[in-house]
């Protein structure tokens, strides 16, 4: 009779959680799965009958020289965007530390960039860096800072680092709270025994804080070098790539070989190096910030 009931309880179990693994094995693991089988595979596009074809397609965009291009924008766009996400969250996040008269409203306020859609948030800065109507160029302009208009998104230097600002704007706010959060743990009789002991600004920050947000500082990286790598949407509505591919982030070319050439097994590939490069990314950070604790 125990066995009885125990079998029921383990078929009743098995039921209620069969619709969730079905549910992720077919939106996570099985697309995971055919995309790399996809990318040992020559497709054709009308039919899609697949011929296999081994590593040619990772041979043939390793020998362009398109593909390394976009690496190295897609690496320039981590590092830069990620730095400045850094540098600026810790300052807002310890400004919001302090106690002052509003400071809930403000932590509250400072998350609203954040829930925007990036595709609002996409089209928003499309209209601010507009070279005929844009804000930022009448503002500029008002401030007699330039004369005429600038064409932000016609340059590809401009146009990469005016992408680079609009991801800061709808980025930042994650890394300030999570930033926030980790300065919530640093204990106050730490932070006083360095005051007493007459250790300044930057040994404090050294000493007291870097080490308490450590273990924050390696998620935001992980998070937010997962994040940049495959940043797709911001680009396609600002620039598409362009111009002259000075924008052609990883992800928009691994799209533009998709769809534009209907070159799906190298578009696949191109998907694989992605989550290797991620991958190898995260994994460097966990080797470089692991804690000794």
Request: one cysteine or more.
């Amino acid at each position: 009779m125990r066995k009885r009931k125990k079998d029921y309880q383990s078929r009743t179990a098995y039921a209620m959680i069969a619709p969730a693994v079905l549910i992720i094995f077919g939106m996570g693991v099985f697309p995971v799965v055919y995309s790399i089988w996809l990318s040992f595979n020559d497709v054709n596009p009308m039919t899609f009958d697949t011929d296999f074809i081994g590593l040619e397609n990772y041979k043939d965009i390793f020998v362009n020289p398109e593909f390394w291009q976009s690496i190295g924008i897609t690496l320039y766009f981590c590092v830069v965007s990620i730095v400045i996400q850094l540098i600026l969250g810790f300052l807002v996040a310890m400004l919001l530390n302090q106690k002052f008269v509003g400071r809930g409203i403000v932590r509250a306020l400072i998350l609203l960039p954040w829930a925007v859609p990036t595709i609002v948030n996409a089209n928003l800065w499309n209209w601010i860096l507009n070279a005929n109507y844009g804000i930022l160029n009448r503002l500029l302009m008002k401030l007699g800072i330039i004369s005429d208009s600038i064409a932000w998104l016609s340059d590809g230097g401009t146009a990469l680092h005016m992408i680079i600002l609009a991801d800061t704007w709808r980025m930042l706010p994650l890394v300030v709270i999570m930033l926030l959060a980790g300065l919530q743990t640093v204990s106050k009789s730490v932070w006083e025994a360095a005051v007493v002991d007459g250790a300044g600004a930057w040994r404090r920050l050294r000493a007291v804080y870097i080490p308490a947000l450590k273990p924050m500082i390696l998620v935001i990286l992980v998070l937010r070098t997962i994040q940049a790598i495959r940043v797709f949407d911001i680009v396609y509505v600002l620039t598409k790539g362009g111009p002259a591919n000075k924008t052609m982030v990883i992800s928009f070319y691994s799209y533009y070989e998709t769809f534009n050439y209907l070159n799906y097994g190298k578009g696949a590939a191109i998907a694989m190096v992605i989550a290797v490069l991620a991958l190898v990314l995260s994994l460097v950070y966990f080797k470089v910030l692991k804690s000794g604790d």
